[in-house]
């Protein structure tokens, strides 16, 4: 089976690199032509100073751990996260930039306050924030707003951003990357406004950014904060805002299915999840209601014409499922008074079905379609005892979703982020990702994250979690994987 273009082939998930057994590069740069200053803020004030050499190991399993000692290389680790005791910056006189990418996420606000509140902590007179995304950046002196807590302690507890979060592809020729002249005119930029310090909240398209941001300008601290509710983003626990995005997505599947129920008919339900259904299968699993999730990891293995063998066996398991009569189902059976079903999709499965040359009639199915097109295909296939079509009907409620405030979990969460990151800049470090891996908060090189994308384990306990409480068929490509 082959992956989804643009996605490395055996790298999908942080296992993979580890059972590859390859050298992993974990140390984290250091911003270059500064000197040490002695942190004037004690432990009494920020907590145990963290250790110059205290690291985390990647991984908990002790067999791996076992098959890593007995390398050259060691046992890999991560840099702990936490206050230091020397300092490259002079925090009085640091000049901090902060600027919010991609898409819109709950916790936002609060990571922009928890930064702005620990740099004013440790004496800082210049944070910014950037209006406008990388566009803000590119356009600085138009998108400039100086941050102090009373400010951003208003934001903290919204959702959105007040910075604003603006999707920007700069002009290019054909066949050139358009971030290289983004990142050169952002660099300008930078220097022009005496900024020494820039924290990029966003996912991982924005860390790429943010990494070749680095490696042009070495002598600033570049951080990165993981942003993104598909929870996609390589050697991240779970990115901020995902448990509120599921939380709230479990609720409107759970509503959605009483409409469903009430009213006898099969609804179709897509979340966000442009290449990963993380999403989609947490919000299903919790709610126990769904009887048929579709990710793009399913599809992103397999190519026509299992894909079309594929979505046959789910329509077919979408017409048992309204009348009550799929083998094995956990639940109770759905009576002739009591017919429904509910379909949950990830977004990005369009995306991948118009890459394969998915077709109806025909025509290649555009990614914007596919529910569109999805529910045709189920309406006239799946019918009453009448022969009449069953009704179905589409909810999106993508955006009713991401942009509600953090619940208590990422609040925290998002609160601790936002500090380590002021920490950990202010020591130098530069060209990172502040990240919670495992149980504990690290530094992620860059470098390491961009390699790919974390996805939904087809082969997994997870998934298979998922397959069994929905009962929907298998693919090709998961049946593939079982053997």
Known sequence: MSRRPGIPEDIKYEKDYLKRGENLDTDVSMVEGRGEVKNQLGEEILGRFCDPGARMALTADLEQIKAF?????????????????????????????IVTTGGLCPGLHRVIHSIVTRHHLYGASSVY????????????????????????????????????????????????????????????????????????????????????????NPGLGIVGIPKTMDNDILWVWQSFGFRTVVEKATSVINTLHVEAASTRRICLIELFGAESGFVAANASLASGHVDLVLVPEVFSYMEMPDIEAYLDKCIDHIAKSWMGIVPGNKRPLKNRHNRHAVVVLAEGVGTVLEERG??????????????????????????????????????????????????????????????????????????????????????????????????????????????????????????????
């Open 129 to 216: 924030g950037v209006f406008d995304s990388f566009k803000g950046l590119v356009n600085l002196e138009d998108n400039l707003i100086e941050l102090d807590p009373i400010i951003t302690d208003e934001w903290a507890d919204s959702g959105g951003s007040r910075l604003g979060n603006v999707r920007y592809y700069p002009d290019s020729k054909k066949g050139e990357d358009p971030t290289e002249k983004m990142v050169e005119d952002i660099s300008k930029k930078l220097k022009s406004f005496n900024i020494d310090i820039l924290y990029i909240i966003g996912g991982d398209g924005s860390l790429r950014v943010a990494h070749k941001i680095a490696k042009a």
């Open 69 to 97: 000692k007995e390398t050259e290389q060691g046992i890999p680790s991560f840099l702990e996260a936490g206050p230091r005791k020397l300092l490259r910056y002079s925090p009085e006189t640091t000049r901090v930039a």
């Open 358 to 483: 998915f077709k109806i009639d025909g025509n290649i199915v555009k990614k914007d379609e596919f529910i569109g097109a999805f529910k045709k295909l189920i309406e006239s296939r799946v019918k009453d005892e009448d022969g009449l079509p069953v009704q179905t009907f589409i909810n999106q409620p993508r955006h009713n979703i991401r942009a509600i405030p953090p619940n208590p979990q990422d609040q925290i969460y998002c609160e601790r982020l936002g500090v380590l990151a002021v920490d950990n800049a202010l020591a130098g470090y530069t060209d990172f990702m502040i990240s919670q891996w495992l149980a504990e908060y690290v530094l992620v090189p860059l470098e390491m994250v961009i390699k790919g994308q974390k996805g939904v384990s087809l082969n997994g306990m997870f998934w298979k979690q998922v397959i069994y409480s929905t009962c929907q068929p298998l693919s090709a490509a998961e049946l593939s994987m079982g053997d």
